[in-house]
C-alpha cells in the first residue's frame, strides 16, 4: 500500500523558516518525480513544486521562486521542502504528492493527508 | 498559464440524480486532464486521468469526457458519500488546478 506522511509544519513568523519531510512507503521511490500541492484553509488546490525521479530538475510556482527549494534522498525514501523567507499567503496544508510518471508534468495519483503551515505574527 | 474554469461553483442534486461539472481550459491541453474528489477534512483523491481514464477502484459511475479545451466529469447516480467537491488539473503545460465545483445535498 503506497503511503505518504507528511511532518514539519507548524506555526511561524513571517520571514521565518520551516522543513517539510515527506516520508514514503509502498513503492519504488525513484521510480516516480514528486510534487508539492498546498491548498490554503477554504480555498482550492495550488502545485507548488516537484521535482524529477533523479532529483535533477525542479520546479517552482512563481509565488515561492527563490524562497522555497524542493529535494528528495533516494536512499531514504523521503521528499523535502525548504520554505525560507515565509509570508502569511504560504499559510496552507501541504500535499506530498505522487507523479503519474518520473517527470514534473503529470497528475498525482496518491496524496499524504498534508502538514499545516500557519505563518502569522 | 493555461487557466482552468469550473462550472457550476456549486450543484445543488439529490442523491440518484445525475452530476455533470464542466472544466474549460483557456488553451488546449489535449487529454493532459486529470480530475479529484476532496471531502471535508480529507486530502484529495484522484477519480479520472487523462481526461477519461478511471483511476483504480473507482467507481463506475464516474466517467470523463473530452478533449482539447472542454471537458465534463459525470456522476451518473448520485450516491450519498459523491457530495463533496471536485477538482480538475491539467498537465499539458505547467500544472494548473481549477478553482472547484461543490456538489452539495439538495
Known amino acids: 500500500e503506497v503511503q505518504l506522511v507528511e511532518s514539519g509544519g507548524g506555526v511561524e513568523r513571517p520571514g521565518g523558516s520551516l522543513r517539510l519531510s515527506c516520508a514514503a512507503s509502498?513503492?519504488?521511490?525513484?521510480?516516480?518525480?514528486m510534487s508539492w500541492v498546498r491548498q490554503a484553509p477554504g480555498k482550492g488546490l495550488e502545485w507548488v513544486s516537484g521535482i524529477y525521479w533523479n532529483g535533477d530538475s525542479t520546479g517552482y510556482v512563481d509565488s515561492v521562486k527563490g524562497r522555497f527549494t524542493i529535494s528528495r534522498d533516494n536512499a531514504k525514501n523521503s521528499l523535502y521542502l525548504q520554505m525560507n523567507s515565509l509570508r502569511a499567503d504560504d499559510t496552507a496544508f501541504y500535499y506530498c504528492?505522487?507523479?503519474?510518471?518520473?517527470?514534473?508534468?503529470?497528475?498525482?495519483?496518491?496524496w499524504g493527508q498534508g502538514a499545516l503551515v500557519t505563518v502569522s505574527s | 498559464e493555461i487557466v482552468l474554469t469550473q462550472s457550476p461553483a456549486t450543484l445543488s442534486l439529490s442523491p440518484g440524480e445525475r452530476a455533470t461539472l464542466s472544466c474549460r481550459a483557456s488553451q488546449s491541453v489535449t487529454s493532459y486532464l486529470a480530475w479529484y474528489q476532496q471531502k471535508p477534512g480529507q486530502a484529495p483523491r484522484l477519480l479520472i486521468y487523462?481526461?477519461?481514464n478511471r483511476a483504480t477502484g473507482i467507481p463506475a459511475r464516474f466517467s470523463g469526457s473530452g478533449s482539447g479545451t472542454d471537458f465534463t466529469l459525470t456522476i451518473s447516480s448520485l450516491e450519498p458519500e459523491d457530495f463533496a467537491v471536485y477538482y480538475c488539473q491539467q498537465h499539458s503545460n505547467f500544472l494548473t488546478f481549477g478553482g472547484g465545483t461543490k456538489v452539495e445535498i439538495k
Open positions: 487523462d481526461a477519461s
Open positions: 504528492v505522487r507523479n503519474s510518471g518520473i517527470y514534473l508534468d503529470a497528475y498525482f495519483d496518491y
Open positions: 509502498g513503492y519504488t521511490f525513484d521510480d516516480y518525480g
